[in-house]
Structures are given as structure tokens and as C-alpha cells.
């Protein structure tokens, strides 16, 4: 099928998904599921990230922190527009907290979940802040799917004015990974 009549097809499926994105029914071990895979992510990965014809070579890291209540991911580690995202569940729902390079910070919602042999999570736009209108450019969806313990890829879609705007498109392999063990201490 020809990119120029996918593509609008594609846009109205995931709009159509992001409308009803209330109606889903969870399963609460959904969140459970997906945070521990996360979890999993704990370390230190290089890849690349493409945005049109564009492509960068980006580091990216994940730390469970918070005696086990968080994962920090942090995209291109050491640079300018280095920016952290925070995983943490909320009862039966996985949420996220982007703080990104723009100066804004969405949050989503784990909206789809599938633990096939490839471990795909995807979430949806719920609020922002330092956000002040549809006009400003936000990170709206994200897509990561663990293709295997040392291959994961990410889609994040922007808007602006009120549609998607781009979508960066990351590609990483595992460098090194950090184990996750949680210690208790008595303050």
C-alpha cells in the first residue's frame, strides 16, 4: 500500500484510539506488567533516533529508583536537549511524566498493552503542565516495544495546533545493563 493513502489511514486509527481512550477497560495486572518490564530496561543503551531524513546517534538510560516506586529514563544523555521521563504506577494504571527539552511535561496513560513475543506499551496524552494552549508544540503518544532484553525501539508523537505534528523514531541495543535490587533501610 502506497505511503500517501496509509498514512491518513494510520493518523485516523490513532486518533480514533486517543478519543476513546476512556472507554478502555484495564486490567489491572496490565500496569503491573508493563512497569516490571521497565523495570527490565534498567541500564544503558545507544542507538539512533530519526525524525524525517534526519538521523543521530543518542544514548539513553534507565534507573529504577525510589526503592522500586520509579523508572528514570533519560534520552540523550549529556547533551543540550537531554531530557527525563518518570514511569511510575497509579493503583491499576501506568503513568508517565515527560519532562521535556520544549519546557513543558505531558503526562499519558498506558492505554494498550501486549506481552507477545514482542513487548509492546503504548501511551496517550492525559494533561500537561507548563503547558498554555493546543498551539504549543507537546508530546502527545509514545509508543516502546521491547523487541528482545537488549533491543528496544520507541516511537514519541508531538502536536501542534491541536494535530500531530512529527514523530521520532528510536532504535537501541543495550550496552550494559544495572542491576535492579531495591534496598531498605530504616530512616
Not at 35 to 50: H, I, N, Q, V, Y
Not at 124 to 149: C, G, P, Q, Y
Amino acid at each position: 500500500m502506497k505511503l500517501e493513502i496509509l498514512a491518513p489511514i494510520l493518523l485516523s486509527l490513532s486518533c480514533a484510539c486517543v478519543a476513546t481512550r476512556s472507554d478502555v477497560q484495564r486490567d489491572p495486572a496490565d500496569a503491573a506488567q508493563a512497569f516490571e518490564t521497565l523495570k527490565s530496561l534498567a541500564g544503558t543503551w545507544r542507538g539512533t533516533a530519526t525524525m524525517g531524513t534526519q538521523q543521530h546517534s543518542v544514548d539513553l538510560s534507565y534507573e529504577v529508583v525510589s526503592a522500586g516506586s520509579a523508572v528514570m529514563e533519560r534520552l540523550f544523555l549529556g547533551t543540550p536537549h537531554e531530557m527525563v521521563t518518570m514511569y511510575h504506577q497509579d493503583g491499576d494504571r501506568l503513568l508517565l511524566t515527560h519532562y521535556c527539552s520544549a519546557g513543558n511535561q505531558p503526562r499519558m496513560e498506558l492505554v494498550g498493552w501486549n506481552a507477545g513475543p514482542e513487548t509492546i506499551m503504548s501511551f496517550a496524552f492525559t494533561d500537561a503542565t507548563n503547558w498554555s494552549s493546543e498551539d504549543e508544540l507537546i508530546m502527545h503518544d509514545a509508543r516502546i516495544v521491547k523487541v528482545n532484553a537488549d533491543h528496544i525501539t520507541a516511537n514519541w508523537t508531538a502536536w501542534m495546533k491541536g494535530k500531530p505534528d512529527h514523530t521520532a523514531n528510536f532504535d537501541f541495543r543495550r550496552v550494559s545493563a544495572t542491576k535492579t535490587s531495591v534496598l531498605f533501610s530504616a530512616f
